[in-house]
T-cell receptor, first 114, second 110 residues
Framework: DAGVIQSPRHEVTEMGQEVTLRCKPISGHNSLFWYRQTMMRGLELLIYFNNNVPIDDSGMPEDRFSAKMPNASFSTLKIQPSEPRDSAVYFC????????????FGPGTRLTVL | DQQVKQNSPSLSVQEGRISILNCDYTNSMFDYFLWYKKYPAEGPTFLISISSIKDKNEDGRFTVFLNKSAKHLSLHIVPSQPGDSAVYFCAGSGTYKYIFGTGTRLKVLA
């Protein structure tokens, strides 16, 4: 298996633009997580899907952020409009089932908002 | 509210010596604790975990110790190798969430 796939690996955009990050989880995994890594807060969980259904989006910073999982093999995280403070590395992770199971991370998308 | 804290942002250790990475937590409901390792430009990868009912788990050169009364866990790497240089995240796990700390950057000097 290729592991969790994220695209793009790097994104540079200007403030106010829409940004879409993409994730393909490991085949057979039914849980998907979006994280954001910053120096100050480390790895923060933004949203979690189980069987394509959003279970917990309490970590989504504000309404500018939205996430979808239209099927078991694809998820998107959208920021509209983007702001400089959104600059961070965004990771997608997947696992089989829930608690106690190892989460497998993708390589991340480094987002820079100018 | 940081439920998981890694108070040392960085640590340097000589090759062959012991590396000790520390982590404190506040949430008594965590039932698992995990350590992940992250190399530059890669995603974090799982390293070792410990159940909250245990106080030690060992896997080769890596040992995790859990002190529930102090709400403290530590990762010991013996002997440290240059390839261990990375950022290490500890995490507490409840029902489904991992709550990660801010990470400690370990540099193993050859």
């Amino acid at each position: 298996d290729a592991g969790v796939i994220q695209s793009p690996r790097h994104e540079v955009t200007e403030m106010g633009q829409e940004v879409t990050l993409r994730c393909k989880p490991i085949s057979g995994h039914n849980s998907l997580f979006w994280y954001r890594q910053t120096m100050m807060r480390g790895l923060e969980l933004l949203i979690y899907f189980n069987n394509n259904v959003p279970i917990d989006d309490s970590g989504m910073p504000e309404d500018r952020f939205s996430a979808k999982m239209p099927n078991a093999s694809f998820s998107t995280l959208k920021i509209q409009p983007s702001e400089p403070r959104d600059s961070a590395v965004y990771f997608c992770a997947s696992s089989f089932e829930l608690a106690g199971n190892e989460q497998f991370f993708g390589p991340g998308t480094r987002l820079t908002v100018l | 509210d940081q439920q998981v804290k890694q108070n040392s942002p960085s640590l340097s250790v000589q090759e062959g010596r012991i590396s000790i990475l520390n982590c404190d937590y506040t949430n008594s409901m965590f039932d698992y604790f995990l350590w992940y390792k992250k190399y530059p430009a890669e995603g974090p990868t799982f390293l070792i975990s410990i159940s909250s009912i245990k106080d030690k788990n060992e896997d080769g050169r890596f040992t995790v110790f859990l002190n529930k009364s102090a709400k403290h866990l530590s990762l010991h790497i013996v002997p440290s190798q240059p390839g261990d240089s990375a950022v290490y995240f500890c995490a507490g796990s409840g029902t489904y969430k991992y709550i990660f700390g801010t990470g400690t950057r370990l540099k193993v000097l050859a």
